[in-house]
T-cell receptor, first 119, second 105 residues
Framework: GAGVSQSPSNKVTEKGKDVELRCDPISGHTALYWYRQSLGQGLEFLIY????????KSGLPSDRFSAERTGGSVSTLTIQRTQQEDSAVYLC?????????????????FGPGTRLTVL | KNEVEQSPQNLTAQEGEFITINCSYS?????LHWLQQHPGGGIVSLFMLSSGKKKHGRLIATINIQEKHSSLHITASHPRDSAVYIC???????FGAGTRLTVKP
């Protein structure tokens, strides 16, 4: 079946603008994760959704970042008033069971990422 | 100090060489993951392991829970193995900084 998809693949925006990044997880996967990877840096956890539970937002770097997941499927990551330091690749992943609740013992499937450049 | 540390940061090898990438962690885990990120950015999950050893083709992953250490080995390396390899403790959302492997023909 189809893997995790993300759109757009590339986004260039001006400082101060808002952006929305979309993630379509694998059908049936209950858990969805957003990560960020800045140039030359490792992966950084942002937010995690599990079913209808309240999301774990502990990784969001500021209140300019928010995310929602509608109907337990598609997720949108929104960055308001973008700054140059927001430039990064934003990666989405999904898993059949949550990595956290499963003690880390479930595989996450990653999307291709959205490369965000803030000028 | 990063709770998940990888070494080396960069590794260049000749085609055919045996490769070892190491990962040490200080957090408690029940499973550790090895991820592969290709130059285009796509990430693939290679292994999830909680004990012993797993093998898939030319890739072998081992873990020693007592020593909090895991290794990823690549036998008969090939230029297409060139990628960044990331060690991850996904239940704690902790990632190593990655090891950039370049295999030259």
């Amino acid at each position: 079946g189809a893997g995790v998809s993300q759109s757009p693949s590339n986004k260039v925006t001006e400082k101060g603008k808002d952006v929305e990044l979309r993630c379509d997880p694998i059908s049936g996967h209950t858990a969805l994760y957003w990560y960020r990877q800045s140039l030359g840096q490792g992966l950084e956890f942002l937010i995690y959704f599990q079913g209808n539970s309240a999301p774990d937002k502990s990784g969001l770097p500021s209140d300019r970042f928010s995310a929602e997941r509608t109907g337990g499927s598609v997720s949108t990551l929104t960055i308001q008033r973008t700054q140059q330091e927001d430039s990064a690749v934003y990666l989405c992943a999904s898993s059949a069971r949550p990595s956290i609740l499963a003690g880390g013992g479930t595989t996450q499937y990653f999307g291709p990422g959205t490369r965000l450049t803030v000028l | 100090k990063n709770e998940v540390e990888q070494s080396p940061q960069n590794l260049t090898a000749q085609e055919g060489e045996f490769i070892t990438i190491n990962c040490s962690y200080s957090v408690g885990i029940s499973a550790l993951h090895w991820l592969q990120q290709h130059p285009g950015g796509g990430i693939v999950s290679l292994f999830m392991l909680s004990s012993g050893k797993k093998k898939h083709g030319r890739l072998i992953a081992t873990i020693n829970i007592q020593e909090k250490h895991s290794s990823l080995h690549i036998t008969a390396s090939h230029p297409r193995d060139s990628a960044v390899y990331i060690c991850a403790v996904l239940n704690d959302m902790r990632f190593g900084a990655g090891t950039r492997l370049t295999v030259k023909p």
